[in-house]
Nanobody, 122 residues
């Protein structure tokens, strides 16, 4: 049974930083690209970032480029999202997702965590 457990969310002020962690189990972690996807209230899920199994390929949404950094540690079955200079528009539920390929469409991702809430006040 695949489990993806996110942690690290919270309430912060604009300009602050947070680091999200996703711990994976029940899958061969190094075989999957890993992504972060977010969903704000009343909106659809939005791609944030993805990293290939080897960490050689990374993509970011334009809205987070130069502020967020995705990374992974295959030895720890974990993926991270370092979020810097947070803005109120980053407020959302952040999901970790596993994907068989490096894709930008959340509908193509195979497994999901329960999410961790990030709230940024102005």
């Amino acid at each position: 049974q695949v489990q993806l457990i996110e942690s690290g969310g919270g309430l912060v002020q604009a300009g602050d930083s947070l680091r999200l962690t996703c711990a994976a189990s029940g899958l061969t972690f190094s075989n999957y690209a890993m992504a972060w996807v977010r969903q704000a209230p009343g909106k659809e899920r939005e791609f944030v970032a993805i990293v290939s199994f080897s960490s050689l390929t990374k993509y970011y949404a334009d809205s987070v480029k130069a502020r967020f950094i995705i990374s992974r540690d295959n030895a720890k079955n974990s993926v991270y999202l370092q979020m810097n200079n947070l803005k109120p528009e980053d407020t959302a539920l952040y999901y970790c997702a596993a994907s068989a390929a490096v894709v930008l469409d959340p509908h193509q991702m195979r497994a999901w965590g329960q999410g961790t809430q990030v709230t940024v006040s102005s």
